[in-house]
């Protein structure tokens, strides 16, 4: 039996410059980081030469194919195991489904890649990892999402991740002093507005405007290269404006990014105190992330009063294998 761990991911700032149709002339530029929730995958050999996959459902058939579930089913034909093995997965606390806004997806191909590998006997970066993951996902799938999801989930911890028109990726991590780490974390709080929608619905008209939103884009890469030098002066002073910022200009990338709901949520945690904020992942639903200082989260809470609000801590680690038993 094999089970990897594989954490989700928040982005900060430059969403949407991780799309090929972006950065194929230029570059793209994400400030992301993983959290303290995962994605947990078991990888067992069975007797028989059946294929058994369980996650909400559970599938039992005779061969790759057969599977439902594509990015199991693309996983297992990547590395080529055709037979005799029993996949299952389950989450922590936070809704990892389609839309939530957490990478749920990408956390659920690494994990499971990461754990295929662990049940061949091989050990694998998380650069190729993440490269696997975005093959799967992009090219093999055709799913008009971006790259930043796969890297993240396979690095772990706080990084400016910038994708280049080379296809090349480079992961940096952001070196903070651990009290200004800790008081970024703290005054970060997260809350769950019950709407969902499907990622592709919003990615496809997001990647189809690329073009027209070029300068659009420009600006938010700009913005992430603002908030990493901040960082990297361990300067918190302008992480909510920058946030604020980069969620006006993010609600003009598509139409279904957000809706009179998640802007009635938003803004009333501004008039109570948060200094910015931003619906996480592609829209329309999910989670919606807010910067605002302790003193004054209470005021949110209470007037987000019938949202939920899920606690979570920065995650320096990406996917890893935790248990081994051949």
């Given at each position: 039996m094999i089970i990897s761990k594989t954490p989700l991911r928040m982005s900060f700032v430059g969403g949407g410059s991780d799309l090929k149709a972006y950065y194929k002339d230029g570059f793209g530029s994400v400030i992301s980081t993983t959290i303290n929730k995962f994605i947990y995958i078991t990888v067992n050999k069975r007797f028989t030469d059946h294929i058994r996959v369980s996650y909400s459902k559970t599938e039992y058939v005779m061969g790759v194919n057969e599977i439902e579930h594509n990015l199991v089913r693309e996983a297992?034909?990547?590395l080529g195991i055709t037979k005799g093995i029993d996949i299952t997965y389950m989450s922590d606390m936070l809704p990892a489904h389609e839309g939530s806004g957490l990478g749920g997806s990408s956390s659920i191909l690494v994990g499971t890649l990461n754990a295929l590998h662990a049940y061949l006997g091989e050990h694998v970066s998380p650069h190729i990892l993440a490269k696997e993951a975005c093959k799967i996902e992009i090219d093999i799938l055709g799913h008009p999402i971006g790259k930043q999801d796969q890297f993240a989930a396979a690095y772990g911890n706080l990084n400016h991740i910038k994708f280049n028109s080379d296809e090349s990726t480079y992961v940096n991590p952001i070196i903070l002093r651990k009290d200004v780490k800790d008081e970024l974390n703290n005054n970060l709080i997260m809350f769950y507005t019950g709407l969902t929608t499907r990622s592709d619905t919003v990615l496809t008209e997001q990647k189809r405007k690329t073009e027209d939103n070029r300068k659009i884009l420009d600006k938010m890469v700009e913005l992430s290269l603002t908030l990493k030098s901040s960082l990297e002066k361990n300067d918190l002073?302008?992480?909510?404006?920058?946030?604020?910022k980069g969620w006006l200009y993010k609600k003009n990338l598509a139409s279904n990014i957000t809706n009179p709901v998640i802007n009635s949520y938003y803004e009333k945690a501004i008039d109570a105190g948060a200094l910015g904020g931003k619906i996480l992942g592609s829209g329309g639903g999910g989670f919606l992330?807010?910067?605002?200082?302790?003193?004054?989260?209470?005021k949110v809470r209470n007037a987000l009063l019938n949202l939920k609000e899920a606690q979570f801590k920065f995650e320096p680690q990406g996917s890893r294998i935790i248990y081994v038993n051949y």
């Open positions: 297992l034909k990547l002073t302008e992480f909510g404006n920058i946030l604020h992330l807010f910067y605002c200082e302790e003193k004054k989260q209470n």
